[in-house]
Nanobody
Framework: QVQLVESGGGLVQPGGSLRLSCVVS????????INWFRQAPGKEREGVSC????????DYSDSVKGRFTISRDNAKNTVYLQMNSLKPEDTAVYYC?????????????WGQGTQVTVSS
């Protein structure tokens, strides 16, 4: 069974940084993707970033490109989302997910989410 556990969220001031972690277990495929999503209250779920576990290729939404960096540590079964230059509009619950066909909103397995709040 596949499990994903996010951590690293918290309260930061605008311009600050956070690093989120997603620990993945139960995946037996060599080729799969990890996606980060976020959802703010009253808003649609938004794809943030994704990474290929096999070759490390990445993708980002326009809203975070240049500020966020996704990376992987395959030895630790962990994917990270380094978030810099945070803005209040980044406030949301952040989820990692996998089990889809690649980098898309259609995923089979989701973590519980971690809250990120950007406020002065």
């Amino acid at each position: 069974q596949v499990q994903l556990v996010e951590s690293g969220g918290g309260l930061v001031q605008p311009g600050g940084s956070l690093r989120l972690s997603c620990v993945v277990s139960g995946v037996t495929l060599d080729y799969y993707f990890i996606n980060w999503f976020r959802q703010a209250p009253g808003k649609e779920r938004e794809g943030v970033s994704c990474i290929s576990i096999s070759d490390g290729s990445t993708d980002y939404s326009d809203s975070v490109k240049g500020r966020f960096t996704i990376s992987r540590d395959n030895a630790k079964n962990t994917v990270y989302l380094q978030m810099n230059s945070l803005k209040p509009e980044d406030t949301a619950v952040y989820y990692c997910a996998t089990g889809g066909l690649g980098c898309s909103r259609y995923q089979d397995y989701w973590g519980q989410g971690t809250q990120v709040t950007v406020s002065s």
